[in-house]
T-cell receptor, first 115, second 112 residues
Framework: SAVISQKPSRDICQRGTSLTIQCQVD?????MFWYRQQPGQSLTLIAT?????????ESGFVIDKFPISRPNLTFSTLTVSNMSPEDSSIYLC????????????FGPGTRLTVL | KQEVTQIPAALSVPEGENLVLNCSFT??????LQWFRQDPGKGLTSLLL?????REQTSGRLNASLDKSSGRSTLYIAASQPGDSATYLC???????????FGGGTRLMVKP
């Protein structure tokens, strides 16, 4: 299985600021995703991070709010821009297409609180 | 619309009991289904992956079954332990794409 790390693990931010979350995988993977889990809710896919090109966003999510980078096959970042309290969630990086090709794995998450 | 539903939302059982968690999905044309475990405030741990051509998968005390025709999967936990307390999430990859669609989860508490 893939080992995924995320930084930071948690943060408390002020309204109107931005936070960049990093995701590092210990092996090359085909697909990298970013999910959001709001308090008490299940997971919602924000976007698929594409290497060398713009991310593919799901309905309700836009690049200006959640810019994503993926410079190589093991690293991606998600920025939460111009934050509001409604952005308080756990943000999870997920990967697929490594040695266990069909199985999807998740990072430990970044717990974000916006005041 | 492709949806995944998990019932019950919460379950409390005494230690040692065998239990079944349920997952249903609206479209039988699935690619695969995964069961995950999530501890409070943590990420997801993959428990079992069932491909569409398979009927069940086993790992230790866990057994997951898949019945595509009825749109159902079950996760069976044998001889439950307090350490099994967590939220269990079912996620389906429908044929249309790479996206996993998640159920709402079942929050399990195993009492000593």
């Amino acid at each position: 299985s893939a080992v995924i790390s995320q930084k930071p693990s948690r943060d408390i931010c002020q309204r109107g600021t931005s936070l960049t979350i990093q995701c590092q995988v210990d092996s090359q993977v085909t697909m990298m995703f970013w999910y959001r889990q709001q308090p008490g809710q299940s997971l919602t896919l924000i976007a698929t991070a594409n290497q060398g090109s713009e991310a593919t966003y799901e309905s309700g999510f836009v690049i200006d709010k959640f810019p994503i980078s993926r410079p190589n096959l093991t690293f991606s970042t998600l920025t939460v821009s111009n934050m509001s309290p409604e952005d308080s969630s756990i943000y999870l990086c997920s990967v697929k297409g490594g040695s266990s090709y069909n199985e999807q794995f998740f990072g430990p998450g970044t717990r974000l609180t916006v005041l | 619309k492709q949806e995944v539903t998990q019932i019950p939302a919460a379950l409390s059982v005494p230690e040692g009991e065998n239990l079944v968690l349920n997952c249903s999905f609206t479209d039988s044309a699935i690619y695969n289904l995964q069961w995950f475990r999530q501890d409070p405030g943590k990420g997801l741990t993959s428990l079992l992956l069932i491909q569409s051509s398979q009927r069940e998968q086993t790992s230790g005390r866990l057994n997951a079954s898949l019945d595509k025709s009825s749109g159902r999967s079950t996760l069976y936990i044998a001889a439950s332990q307090p350490g099994d307390s967590a939220t269990y999430l079912c996620a389906v990859r429908f044929n249309a794409g790479n996206m996993l669609t998640f159920g709402g989860g079942t929050r399990l508490m195993v009492k000593p």
